[in-house]
Nanobody, 127 residues
Framework: QVQLVESGGGLVQAGGSLRLSCAASGGTFSDYNMGWFRQAPGKEREFVAAITWSGAETYYTNSVKGRFTISRDNAKNTVYMQMNSLKPEDTAVYYC????????????????????WGQGTQVTVSS
């Protein structure tokens, strides 16, 4: 079993930045593809970004391209998401998720692909 714990959320003004972290334990981190999703009140959980087990490939939803950067440090069992130029519409609970790279781990943009989820961290962007 993989446990995921997110941190780094908070309240920030529009145009500001935050860096989210997701620490993993209970498995071999480098065996997992990782994703970030978000859920705003009254909306479905949506894909934000994903990164493959080696970090060689990254994927983003269109609304965050050029503003958010996903990365990972396999030595620290942690995936990050640097969020710049934040907008009020980025306000949501952000979740990280993991799926074994040895399983059916595609598409990385879908919630049903992932086996493990963190509890989430709140990001609030004020206008």
């Amino acid at each position: 079993q993989v446990q995921l714990v997110e941190s780094g959320g908070g309240l920030v003004q529009a145009g500001g930045s935050l860096r989210l972290s997701c620490a993993a334990s209970g498995g071999t981190f480098s065996d997992y593809n990782m994703g970030w999703f978000r859920q705003a009140p009254g909306k479905e959980r949506e894909f934000v970004a994903a990164i493959t087990w080696s970090g060689a490939e990254t994927y983003y939803t269109n609304s965050v391209k050029g503003r958010f950067t996903i990365s990972r440090d396999n030595a620290k069992n942690t995936v990050y998401m640097q969020m710049n130029s934040l907008k009020p519409e980025d306000t949501a609970v952000y979740y990280c998720a993991a799926v074994s790279a040895y399983s059916s781990s595609w598409p990385l943009s879908r919630t049903y692909t992932y086996n493990y989820w963190g509890q989430g961290t709140q990001v609030t962007v004020s206008s």
